[in-house]
């Protein structure tokens, strides 16, 4: 049996560091990325744990490449820039004070507004967006680290079941491009 702890602020990485298998988190960016580590490495080492044996798994959101996708992805973002949860996050990734603009329209129930907030930046920072190669970056980027991506689609309305096979069929390509192919 396996346990993983789902945590996105510093006290839950460090007690998934402390008595976990690992972590599952979200919204994951390369500030994250150094925060965890770091804590994973200080409390798994305080507990007699060696780091490695803490496995970082993050939940990835990403949607299609035309504008219809990207939109359906900067209005799945306002949801969660919405939610103080996601605030630290936001803030070590140089997107606080973003974060709560997005919160003010949303809970002033301008949900338009708030998607309106959320910027290519913000949706490339986030989620694997962008050009075919930031996303392939991206992707080789948590793998190398040994981050384990479970994906999920920021789905079109109308599109659901389409766009959870779109997502597979994009990381399958993204993953295995440039790779000599049988």
Sequence with gaps: MFLYLSALNPKMVGLAARVADGLITNWFTEESYEEYAGIVQQEAEAVGRAPDEVKLFTLTMMAGEDDASVEAMRRGLAFYFASPHYHHIAEI??????????????????????????????????????????????????????????????????????????????????????????
């Design 93 to 182: 990734s140089g997107y606080g004070a973003q974060a709560r603009q997005v919160q003010a329209a949303w809970q002033s129930r301008d949900l338009a507004g708030a998607s309106r907030l959320v910027t290519d930046a913000m949706v490339e920072k986030f989620a694997v967006m962008g050009s075919q190669e930031q996303r392939r970056n991206k992707l080789r980027w948590m793998m190398d680290r040994n981050v384990y991506p479970i994906m999920y689609p920021i789905p079109r309305p109308g599109h659901t079941i389409d766009d959870h096979f779109l997502v597979i069929e994009l990381v399958a390509r993204y993953l295995n491009a440039g790779q000599a192919q049988p």
